[in-house]
């Protein structure tokens, strides 16, 4: 079972986040141990503040019924989790957000992506649990119409496993947890 929807400023979800008074007691015991004056903590992002870019492409008629321009969705899709994601998500920076995201349940699904995208010259960014710390959101610096993100979270099936080598093969979205938070190999 999770905890409700992910934070898209930190690590983990929502209702995982300290409430003020606890934002403000544990500034007060690391300014203690450093020997500073405690800072006041900053508000938390809230999804309202935050102002996005237009989306450049639109969601094409074909694939509507699995793709998502939802501010929510766009903003979760838009970073990692380095340091660096992080501080711009808090700070409200969600320029680089993708113009849309699709969420395919197969590989029918992931072809027409992938296929209206060649066509359109539209960069696809896949998006597998959210973590990633290496910039892998970001476009690059390619002559592309707009940015889509590809998230893999439907693709949460273990497709095959091997008993002598206990190897499994899964889709792309299957991980220690899937998108409904249960453990799929122990």
Do not use: N
Request: glycine share 12%; with cysteine; net charge neutral.
């Amino acid at each position: 079972m999770t905890a409700g929807p992910l934070s898209f400023w930190a690590w983990g979800y929502e209702s995982k986040i300290p409430a003020e008074d606890a934002r403000t007691g544990i500034a007060a015991h690391v300014a203690g141990v450093l020997g500073v004056a405690p800072p006041s903590p900053r508000p938390l992002p809230t999804l309202d503040a935050i102002e996005l870019p237009a989306p450049a492409v639109e969601v094409p008629e074909k694939l509507k019924g699995f793709c998502s321009a939802d501010k929510q969705d766009r903003v979760l899709h838009t970073y990692g989790k380095s340091f660096r994601d992080q501080v711009r998500a808090f700070q409200g920076d969600f320029s680089p957000a993708p113009d849309f995201v699709a969420y395919p349940a197969d590989e029918e699904e992931i072809s027409a992506v992938l296929g209206w995208a060649s066509r359109s010259s539209v960069a696809v960014i896949p998006f597998g649990g959210g973590t990633s710390v290496v910039g892998g959101w970001r476009a690059g610096r390619v002559e592309v119409r707009g940015a889509i993100s590809l998230d893999l979270r439907k693709l949460d099936k273990v497709l095959e496993v091997d008993s002598v080598s206990r190897a499994a093969r899964s889709g792309g979205g299957a991980g220690p947890l899937s998108s409904r938070g249960s453990c799929l190999m122990g």
